[in-house]
């Protein structure tokens, strides 16, 4: 009867054990992409899922839903999310010449309402 007793509270704690380490893993992870040094690398979506989760707010471009709105009134494009994204260090100046790029983020930004 020790055995059973002893066997079910060492279960118990090494599975909680566990679920502590995963659940610190699970609140690292959203915050992986702000604290990735920016670089050339960032692809247009994902250059407008920053724009949608606030990242070019200090660079007066609206997030979530507001993103989507100013993106229909014409008051956020293509060109002008490149230049706040170019302000805050996430894409080198070059960018903005890159005519490829800059259809990729309007086809990006175009999808907005149907995500």
Known sequence: ??????????????????AVGFASVI????????QTPPSEETQPNDLV????????????IPSGVLLSQ???????????????AISAGRVPS??????????AVENALNTLDTD
């Open 49 to 60: 899922a920053l724009a949608r989760e606030g990242y070019f707010e200090p660079q007066g």
């Open 94 to 103: 070059e960018t903005k010449d890159d005519a490829a790029y800059v259809t």
């Open 27 to 34: 609140t690292v992870n959203p915050h992986i992409l702000a």
């Open 70 to 84: 100013a993106v229909k009134a014409g008051k956020v494009t293509a060109q002008s999310l490149i230049e706040a």
């Open 1 to 18: 009867m020790k055995r059973l007793i002893i066997g079910t509270i060492a279960t118990v704690v090494l599975s909680s054990l566990s």
